[in-house]
């Protein structure tokens, strides 16, 4: 039990900060699109690299030195396009909570939301290299049991919980502040990315 809430409390503490992959499933939220697929999506691949990790991948960084720049330089050309996306449409302004609006279709959400898990190297440095080291003080599978139970518990909660925060963006105002913030965010971890290149 224990390492089960080692791993829960480490997960949950790695997967709070503010990033892409957060900033994409709070908007599916907001907008009621996809929210299950979404969260999902995170959760799943959160839960597959986490294993990868407590299994010992890690160690793919050392002997394959080329695959941490690559995550990197493709993560950051995704962020800074789809950051100009978001300021663009902050811009443009307009935007309003409205359940009728068209939604896009699942497999475009996917690719999106693919996109900014699997080619992010935070999450990759969060989930693999580091969960997976400090998984070695603990009974591993309890540990990896406990990290994939808090992205499910998070993801959902992301998802699912950012319909209370609907009202205030059914103004026109509110989706431009989101907007700005997430192309903000989106920016500020791609230059970091690219700094550290």
Known sequence: MQAYLAGLATGLSLI????????????????????????????????????????????????????????????????????ARALLAAWRGGGALHASEAAPSLSATLVVIAALTWLNPHVWL???VLLGSLSSGFDRLPFAAGAVSGSFLFFFSLGYGARFLAPVFARPKAWQVLDVCVGLVMWTIAFGLIVKG
């Open 126 to 128: 969060d989930t693999v």
């Open 16 to 83: 709070l900060a503010i990033g892409a992959q957060n900033a994409f499933v709070l908007k599916q939220g907001l907008m009621r699109r996809h929210v299950f697929a979404t969260c999902a999506f995170c959760a799943l691949s959160d839960a597959v690299l986490i294993v990868l990790g407590v299994m010992g991948a890690g160690a793919m960084a050392a002997h394959f030195p080329w695959f941490l720049p690559l995550m990197r330089w493709g993560g950051a050309a995704f962020l800074l396009v789809y950051g």
